[in-house]
T-cell receptor, first 113, second 113 residues
Framework: AQSVTQLGSHVSVSEGALVLLRCNYS??????LFWYVQYPNQGLQLLLKYTSAATLVKGINGFEAEFKKSETSFHLTKPSAHMSDAAEYFCAVNYQGAQKLVFGQGTRLTINP | KAGVTQTPRYLIKTRGQQVTLSCSPI?????VSWYQQTPGQGLQFLFE???????NKGNFPGRFSGRQFSNSRSEMNVSTLELGDSALYLCASRLGTSDNEQFFGPGTRLTVL
């Protein structure tokens, strides 16, 4: 079965510090992988996606993620956190030919001034 | 180009009632998916419609149903509401079923009292 695991339901970093949000997926074939961000009372906004091209993917707002097949991981990073990055982040997988996204449980990111 | 719109944004119903939520996809998008988001279960896939046909269905009871119109607008209906149906219902659209990127609307917040 398809599954996505996000390690850490809450992550807190200081403004200017590195942001690292972890995501692991279960699959025997390479999937499509996504990171979405959700601000309070809003829908999901796509940050970036991996679709079997470059393994290092750059997204919006300075975020990037690296697909590591050997580790079945797709961790999200940002070199320097900004207060506006405070939100909930979801990793999701869509297996080729599948018609639905399978989401992780989400990680709430808090930025400390 | 306008994004995905959902109406209403907020709804309050009582147990036993039924509710209909509406979603208008991005112009030209023919696929519409629905997701339920709750604090306990996270984001879960409800169903997807393409060309007025349900293509895939998640693991929800028959009280949850949907339909899609010829202009790609979609509605979902929940009958005999239960307290546990309180959630944020998100709609997402994409061009077609082979496209992997889904665009989400702001959601409808349903509260069942």
């Amino acid at each position: 079965a398809q599954s996505v695991t996000q390690l850490g339901s809450h992550v807190s970093v200081s403004e200017g510090a590195l942001v690292l949000l972890r995501c692991n997926y279960s699959s025997s074939v390479p999937p499509y992988l996504f990171w979405y961000v959700q601000y309070p009372n809003q829908g999901l906004q796509l940050l970036l996606k991996y679709t079997s091209a470059a393994t290092l993917v750059k997204g919006i707002n300075g975020f990037e993620a690296e697909f590591k097949k050997s580790e079945t991981s797709f961790h999200l990073t940002k070199p320097s956190a900004h207060m506006s990055d405070a939100a909930e982040y979801f990793c999701a997988v869509n297996y080729q030919g599948a018609q639905k996204l399978v989401f992780g449980q989400g990680t709430r990111l808090t930025i400390n001034p | 180009k306008a994004g995905v719109t959902q109406t209403p944004r907020y709804l309050i119903k009582t147990r036993g009632q039924q509710v209909t939520l509406s979603c208008s996809p991005i112009s030209g998008h023919r696929s519409v998916s629905w997701y339920q988001q709750t604090p306990g279960q996270g984001l879960q896939f409800l169903f997807e419609y393409f060309s007025e046909t349900q293509r895939n269905k998640g693991n929800f009871p028959g009280r949850f149903s949907g339909r899609q119109f010829s202009n790609s607008r979609s509605e979902m209906n929940v009958s005999t509401l239960e307290l546990g149906d309180s959630a944020l219902y998100l709609c997402a659209s994409r061009l077609g079923t082979s496209d992997n990127e889904q665009f989400f609307g702001p959601g409808t917040r349903l509260t069942v009292l």
